[in-house]
Structure formats: C-alpha cells, structure tokens
C-alpha cells in the first residue's frame, strides 16, 4: 500500500533524471528498490510499476527513474557509458535518503537494463545487496565478476537461453529461473504474471524484514497443514495435488453434501480428486483476468460469470486505469467467463449454492485475485459457508483470502514463495477438453450413484 508518492529529481554534470519514489506506510528507514529499465522504455513501464506496486505490499520502497534521453529526463541517448553513470547517480541519491535503509537498497534490471546495472556493479560504482535481472543479455566477462546474489528471470523460448546458462553456471552468486512459455518478452499468456511473483518475492526474502502477525484474536479462519520451506517439487502432478487436498478437507467436510468448485482450467483436476475423496458433487466457477490497458498479462482484478469481481485498487491508481476502461473490460471477462461456463457443462445446468457448503480449489495461490473474484461469485449465490482450498499458496494471498472467505485450507505455504509451477513435477497446461471430460464423467457418476 502506498504511504507517499513523489516526483523527484536527480541531477549528475547538468543532466537531468526524473524519477518517481514511491514509499510504503512502513517504519524507517524501510528497504528498497531501484529499478533500471530496458533501453526504448521508461519509469512509466507497465511491468516494472506493477512490480512496485506489489513490493510496497511487501513493505519496500521504489524508486523508478528514466535513464537520460528517455521519458522525461534531459540529454540524448548516449550508449551504455552514460547509462551506467545514471545508475551510479541514482543508486547514491537513494543511499542519501532518510526514509531508505542504505544497506538493503536492491537494483531490479530489464533486459539491456541489466547490463547497465551489472557493469555499474562490475565497476564498483554502486553495491546493492541484491538484484533481479530479466533476460540480461550479459557478456561472460560479466557473469564472472558478478558477486552480488541475483535472481536472473528468463523465458524457456528466448534465445539468450543457452548463454545465460552458460553464464550462471560461471556465477555462484547468481540463481537462474526459467520461465516455461516465455519469450523474451514474457507475453505469452500467464508468464509475465509468474515472473512477477518470482521477482517480488526474491526481494521480499533478500531485503524485507519478517513482518509481525496480527494478534491473535484478529487472525481470520486460516489453516495451513505443512510450512514448506523446501525449494522443489511437492507434488507429483495436479492430480497428485488434489488427492492430498481431498484427503486433508475429508477430515472436516467429508458427509456433509458439500459442493466442490474447480476454476478452470488447472484447478479442475485438482478439485475433481478432492471431490472424489470427499464424496462431492464437482462443477466449475470460471474467473477471467482483467487486463491492463495496452498489456493484458497484467492483472487489474478478475471477474466470473455471474459478476463477482476483485479489483487491484492499488496498481489501478498506480497505471491510471480509467473508470469506463474498467467498466469495459469487466464486461468483455464475465462474458468470457459464461461462454467457458457453459461450454464446459455441455448443456448441464450450474449447480446450485443456496444452503451449502462450496469448495472452491484452485491449484495453487499466488495473487489470488481470481479466487478472491470466486469467493464473491459464491456469496451472491447464497451459500452457506465458502471454503477456500488449495495445495500450495503464498502467504499474502493465503491472508486476503481468509478476510473473505470461511476457512482457507492450504496445504504448503512456502516461505519465500515462487511460482505455482516450481511446485508440481509436472505442471503442463490443462485444456479446455480435459475439463469437459472430468466434468461429464463427475456428472456421469452422480447420475449412476442417484
């Protein structure tokens, strides 16, 4: 959440660097983060304000600044030189504010971004105690004088794959996580949003103290059965997942007729095994994503068919997102979302809520905005008690889920969390016709058990 927001400007021999620091509500000095963008960009771009966005959430500042000739600082463009010399003077103008702690500042770089931040390190101009660097088209000199702990983010389908491979493994301070679908640019669909999540929380667990719980008395329903501290596989598949998800829900819903809801497409298989152990009735609550405007991947909020919506306020204030904008695309989602609804029934009617117990899975939790637009669709559809279940999840969603919803069962919450996928051995998409299949069949075995 934002405590303050300020234009700023930083000067280096007449050259003007306009920025934009943003603060959380949270006690000095805080930790933070410079952001360095790719070159042909901004302090405006769409991915790194959504990144900051979620680092307040975390309680880390932001500093987003144009390099010279871009956006609206002075000068031409005038080579990689001049850049890094940004980068110096906007790493030391952040060290010499009060509200920042000068020994947890950490430098996000994009792309060319990243070399520039490199070689300002490579130089010993500037000393982060960390960096995320997305797809760094780094000379192998670089990687080897590299010795400051760096997440390095990129797609399985860019072609600097190889190399950058090659260069972490010449890197011991450097952690590489491939991306799978993503390009260089992380547009294919759900790819920008996972290499997000991976960056906010490595900043979390590298800069951000361990924040406080609430009192006791204010904690909402929220049960988690294992803290997963391990980095890896925890379950075979999704099918895997929601067997385990079913047996640990049978201990406290099992004979109750409850009714378990699987947003498509991976939380299908996943609800369709917890529904089996429990002796449940199976169906589907589908949730689409509103895109921001000019990039639909991120995420402003998501809505379902029958119109329960969770909006990001925070990264619609920060983007600007207009009212009429918002109105629009929302409409466009839940139309989606009623076509998917009714394709995947094949004529079926939707089952009912009114008076039970709803199960809504999914097969892992990482911003939650879908399932938070879920937990609203059920409440307009009057049940009796919404259940929230998943086999793995982040805290922070794991916690604004549970302000919603009657119980939130989460069987790993690692801490610091990475993608859904890093989870599961095998995580392929799941298609539009594998959940016809186990939606027929569920309603096939209903029909012969009546």
Known sequence: MVGACRDIQITRNGVRLAGR????????????????????????????????????????????????????????????????????????????????????????????????????????????????????????????????????????????????????????????????????????????????????????????????????????????????????????????????????LAQTYAGQGVLVLGIPRGGVPVAAEAARRLGADLDVVAARKLGAPGYAELAIGAVTANGGRFLNEDIIRELGVSDSYIESVTDEQRAEARRREQRFREGRPAASFTGRTVIIVDDGLATGATMRAAVRSVRRGDAARVVVAVPVGSDQACSALAAEADDVVCLFQPDPFWAVGFYYEHFEPTEDDEVQQILSAAHAQRLAAS
Request: charged share 20%; aromatic share 4%.
């Open 21 to 248: 620091l943003l603060l959380p509500g949270a006690p000095v000095p805080m930790p933070g983060v410079i952001f360095v963008h790719g070159l042909g960009s901004s302090k405006a771009s769409p991915r790194n304000v959504v990144i900051a966005t979620h680092l307040l959430d975390a309680g880390l500042a932001a500093l987003l600044f144009d390099l010279s000739g871009h956006g609206e600082s002075s000068a031409d463009p005038r080579g990689e030189a001049a850049y890094v010399d940004d980068v110096n003077a906007a790493f030391h103008w952040a060290e010499a504010q009060p509200q920042l702690d000068h020994n947890r500042l950490g430098i996000a770089g994009s792309s060319l971004g990243g070399v520039i931040a490199v070689e300002a390190v490579r130089r010993g101009l500037v000393r982060p105690s960390t960096m995320v660097l997305r797809a760094p088209p780094l000379r192998m000199g670089d990687w080897e004088a590299l010795d400051i702990p760096s997440l390095v983010l990129i797609g399985s389908e860019d072609p600097l794959l190889p190399d950058v491979r090659a260069g972490v493994a010449r890197c011991p301070a450097a952690t590489l996580s491939v991306v799978a679908g993503a390009s260089h640019l992380f547009e294919e669909p759900g790819t920008l949003e996972e290499a997000l999540r991976l960056t906010v929380e490595w900043f979390r667990a590298q800069l951000a103290a361990p924040a406080s719980d609430p009192p006791a008395e204010a904690r909402p329903a929220l049960r988690v059965v294992a803290d997963a501290s391990q980095y890896g596989p925890l379950f075979r598949d999704r099918r895997d997942a929601g067997a385990q998800l079913g047996e640990c």
